[in-house]
């Protein structure tokens, strides 16, 4: 969770190398999802940071941004969700629960669901370095360890904890004990 302008610094420099961007500067033209994802951990520093009132406004300004990119991308994805080196692939329908917790180094596809199931709070977390498939749905009371990669179109309603593996299915069941070795090194 960004609480000072070094974690958001920490968070965006992540972000930008789980993107795999090059430079610093943003196109004036495309690079949609970076932007967005600027926004949103700008939205989290002035969310979990105001306290005067130019914070405020920012806060206000930042969530009314965030809120537009994300109808306009196709992410409802709220504050506080995702750790650093967030990675999304594709534009298209990404819907996060706001209680669910995601670690670092996480990698979405487009048309993911990470939702609660009927009772509230019953949210999945998320660990570090996750590779998640197009089309797949998270919900439940669940934990998934690091180091997993969860296959297109999976249905994921039971822990998987011990992490280090590979699941898909519907319902997701373990295809292959081989981790998700993924890993963005690159960063210090």
Known sequence: MI??????????EMDRIALGR??????????????????LRKHEY?????????????????GFRHHYWGLKLGFDIPCNVFGGGLRINHLGLIIINKDARIG??????QAVNIGQNIEPGSVPVIGNNVW?????????????????MIGAGAIVNK??????????GNPARVVSNEPNVYKRCLYN
């Open 3 to 12: 609480q000072n302008k070094t974690d958001l610094k920490e968070y965006l």
């Open 22 to 39: 090059q430079g610093k500067r943003i196109k004036l033209f495309g690079d949609e999802i970076w932007k967005f994802e600027i926004i």
């Open 46 to 62: 002035y969310t979990n940071c105001s306290k005067n009132i130019f914070q405020k406004l920012m806060k206000k300004i930042y």
């Open 104 to 109: 670092d180094w996480c990698d979405i596809h």
């Open 132 to 148: 998640i498939g197009p089309g797949a749905k998270l919900f439940g009371k669940i934990e998934i360890g690091d180091n997993v």
């Open 159 to 168: 822990s998987f904890k011990d992490g280090n593996c590979r699941i898909a």
